[in-house]
């Protein structure tokens, strides 16, 4: 009975990345198999932690996030836990020996949200560090399985793929996070006189993550490329989306790419990789 248990919090996990993420869950499902679930277990305690400080704002958040951090540990310790997202990711973090550290670092940039910041650079890049590189660090865990050498090859590019789509993410957001919730990511900028100059600072350094990105994504597993090559590639189209939206309007409306054309990108992705032998 302790597989179906387990079966059914990963069979949870899926179901969040589903309703959260059809861009991530496309991602996922061109992954081999054997990876299906082991990420779907990362996505759904990421995305429920992100729920916390983003969404919960009748709750005490700090109160939330402390539990659940508390319970993170007590559940990646006994190996076990009744809460399905956390029993998911226990098995992930435990199969697949994911570092206390990088668990660390994400519950921390979380903690960094319950509090309005006036982020300067160090912690810019700390904030993304712990809320986007670390998950494609654990992520790289999975895909390497076991293969010290290999993640260490890949690890950079695993984190500069992250910072990208994080980064995106705050451009995507910008009106949102400052509206909803008081919060300007990128240094030294004013949402009110956010400018055509800052907005191509910003695109010129995501730019560079991604090309970054790029490299160490061809060196994967070929198990593995595919999924992330595809979200690479949407986040790639959304990327230059935004940098062809004045900066203006990206502080009205929140740019993203319809389902038709994210259909399109896994047709073209999955044809791209069906042909290649490499």
């Known amino acids: ?9 990963l069979e949870c996990s899926k179901l969040i990345t589903e309703r959260y993420s059809t861009s991530f869950t496309l991602g996922i499902r061109t992954l081999d198999a054997k990876f299906h679930f082991p990420i779907y277990g990362i996505y759904g305690f990421v995305r429920y932690a992100d729920e916390i400080v983003d969404t919960f ?40 020996q994911i570092e206390r550290e ?17 982020y300067t650079e160090n912690l810019y890049e700390e904030y993304i560090y712990g809320s986007a590189e670390v998950v494609g660090l654990m992520c790289l865990r999975v895909f390497c399985e076991g293969d010290s050498a290999m993640f ?25 996070d400052f509206m909803e919730r008081g919060r ?35 060196q994967l597993p070929r198990t593995a490329r595919m999924g992330v090559h595809l979200a690479y590639v949407y986040y790639l189209t959304l990327f230059n989306k935004i940098k062809d939206t004045p900066a203006a309007r990206i502080q009205e409306e ?20 069906k042909w290649s032998s490499v």
């Open 1 to 9: 009975m302790m597989q179906l248990f387990n079966q059914t919090a």
């Open 57 to 96: 704002h009748d709750f005490d958040k700090k109160f939330l996030l402390d539990k659940f951090r508390h319970d993170t540990y007590e559940a990646i310790s006994q190996k076990i836990s009744l809460n399905p997202v956390l029993h998911a990711f226990q098995l992930v973090v435990n199969q697949y």
């Open 254 to 273: 929140r740019i993203r790419v319809p389902d038709f054309q994210k259909m399109t990108l896994l047709a073209k992705t999955y044809l791209q990789f």
């Open 184 to 218: 300007v990511y990128f240094p030294e900028v004013d949402f009110k006189l956010f400018s055509k100059e800052a907005k191509c600072h910003i695109e010129a350094d995501i730019q560079a993550d991604f090309d970054a990105a790029n490299t160490a994504i061809q």
């Open 152 to 176: 260490d090859h890949l690890k950079e590019g695993a984190r500069r793929l992250g910072s990208a789509f994080q980064k995106v993410n705050f451009l995507r957001d910008l009106k949102s």
């Open 102 to 118: 990088l668990i660390d670092a994400f519950l921390h940039s979380m903690e960094m949200d319950l509090t309005p910041q006036d």
